[in-house]
């Protein structure tokens, strides 16, 4: 078993440096195929997630930057992705599935990140608790 851990600025440069420490990580751990393109992209998503959403979009203007952490943990058969984020929680279960005709009728942008984690990872686990969100991605992977 391997934990690594990395601190983000929560502002939109951080997200490619998410995906290569993810990417990173899943390789020196001999994580590969379909789990690690999966994993990555769940990574990206809850990351844009907090720099978008957990700061309205304010984390550029605040002094200090608000941060998060993201924790990656490679065993045998599974990779845990742990997030650590002090932005505004929201309730994971009240997010609906995107609307595709509202957003091609453009009613509506996005909408995507929450549904595209749900079907990258096995499970999904939030929770927040004074001014701290947590949000761990769960995925099974092949020795």
Request: hydrophobic content about 40%; proline content about 4%.
């Amino acid at each position: 078993m391997t934990c690594c851990k990395k601190v983000f600025v929560a502002e939109p440069s951080a997200i490619p440096k998410v995906h290569d420490f993810v990417e990173n990580t899943l390789r020196e751990n001999g994580v590969g195929g379909v789990s690690t393109a999966d994993i990555v992209l769940a990574c990206d998503e809850t990351a844009t997630n907090i720099v978008e959403h957990a700061f309205d979009g304010a984390g550029r203007s605040l002094e200090p930057r608000p941060e998060f952490i993201l924790t990656l943990r490679c065993d045998k058969h599974k990779v845990t992705a742990t997030f650590f984020d002090s932005g505004n929680s929201f309730d994971l279960h009240a997010v609906a599935p995107p609307d595709i005709r509202k957003n091609l009728a453009g009613e509506r942008r996005g909408g995507y990140g929450v549904f595209l984690i749900r079907k990258l990872v096995d499970k999904i686990v939030y929770s927040a608790r004074r001014r701290l969100n947590v949000t761990r991605l769960v995925k099974e992977v092949k020795a």
